[in-house]
């Protein structure tokens, strides 16, 4: 028979997330979709954000649905329980469970909080269809991964164990979803692997997925990605936490694409303890056009504390490398981290300049559940100011440090900004790779946003 199941990215209401203009297909869920439809569910996919569905739409388009699962990241959690209240009251037949990171880390707070009837923990595809087949026989007490009511409390089941091969599962349903709505159109992306075996204190990462890495085969993404340039798309980013972890396999899928003349551009994540000239070289033989580096911070006492697992000398000697390659890279860089004062500050900014890589992020330090930075945020001397999921943005400051008001941090943000990219040297360099659209591409919402407050606030 098979349930009718629906998936949604809820919309992000009006918050601040809209203004950066993600434009990204929810692949967790489409991942979820796949799966499903191996059984008989017949299942749909709603990004109701991509989609700009208002609510009496997305309640029209799940009325019939006997499963419906909501995802959820902090600035949509506001918008994921009211969302999921309100399906609740329309279709009294229908299971809501939520899921993704921000529930799997506030499991109990969102079923207190909400009418939902479960939690799905961490990876989603086996749990749900467990959750599908156990509401077909029966309940879902016994669903392992799953944070559930009993009556009038709330209990966690076991953890789910992680899928052992990631080429076991189906590539993600993209056909679930209105892809022609994403932009760049003829750009998407891919997840290569799940996890990260490192521990910094302000990453979700390792605790999602056990601080274990897992990577599918290089045929197997090379795979996907031959499918999605047939589709016609020309430009893949690779969005696992770092792709180049596994160097083998990062050169088995370069060898994959030179064998089979594969044409297309496409970009990945990196750590600057983790690149070399035969890898760089390699990469960029085989259409790589972007790499994209965590740093984080100027000072190596900072990356100690926030268990970066790299110093800054690393930093420097990797992006003197770089510079040996026409790549365009991107930094990004975080401003209030535990310990940072103005001078720190003021360091980070000016390593950006000094390492001067093609794009710089500045980021500010945003304690997300499931981080060591939240639940220990009284060691680091740090304190949430802002009580309020939706500015979980990593754009506006949610916290402050000993020595930086959350005021403070909000103007150095700005600043990074604009001492970055308004430099004579700087601009003239993107002028002369014909940078400056895609430099208006992915970050132009943020920067532009960061000049507009920095001229209004006059905090250059
Ligand atoms: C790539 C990435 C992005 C990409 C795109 C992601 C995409 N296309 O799906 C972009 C750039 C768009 C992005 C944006 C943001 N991201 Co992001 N992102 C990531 C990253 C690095 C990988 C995500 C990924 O692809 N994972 C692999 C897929 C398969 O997993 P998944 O999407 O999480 O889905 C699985 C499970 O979570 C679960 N699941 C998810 N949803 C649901 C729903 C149901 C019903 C069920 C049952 C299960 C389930 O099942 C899925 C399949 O196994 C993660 C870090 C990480 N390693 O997870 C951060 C991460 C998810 N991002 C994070 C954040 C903060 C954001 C932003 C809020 C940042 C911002 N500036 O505002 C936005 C939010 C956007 C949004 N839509 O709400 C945080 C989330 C923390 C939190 N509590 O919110 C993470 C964990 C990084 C961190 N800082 O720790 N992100
Ligand atoms: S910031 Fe990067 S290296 Fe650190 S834990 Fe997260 S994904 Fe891993």
Redesign the pocket.
Known sequence: MGLDIA?I?PP?GKGD?RK?D?C??????A??GAFLRQSDHRVSVIDA?IERLNKAQILDRVNKADLV?????????NSAIELTNLIKQSNTNATV?????????LDHECLERSAADAV?R????R??LDIATSLESGTLQDVEGITVREGETIVRNPDRKLIDDLDDIPFPARDLLHMEKYSPANST?V?SS???PFKCI????SK??DKKFRSRSAHNVYEEVAQLVGQGYSNVTM???NFILNKERAFKFADLVEKNNLKFEWSCTGRVDFIDEDLLCRLHEVGCNGLFFGVESASNDTLKLIKKGFTTDQITNAFDVLKNYDFPTTASFMIGLPGDDPVKVADTINLAKQINPDFAMFSVT?P????ELYDNIDDYDLEITIDDWTK????KPVVRTSALSTADLHRWFLRAYFHFYVRASYLRRAVAKKQMGFVLSPIKNTIADAFRGAIAQHSI
């Open positions: 998936l990215h992000f997330v950066l993600i990204s297909p929810p692949l967790g869920l991942y979820i954000e699962g909501i995802t959820t990241t902090a600035p949509t959690y469970v939520l899921g993704g990171p921000q529930a799997t880390f799905v961490g990876e989603g595809e749990t749900m992306g997840i799940r996890g990260c302000f990453c979700a990462s999602l997925y969005l696992d936490d945003t997300y559940p499931g981080t979980f943005t990593l754009t």
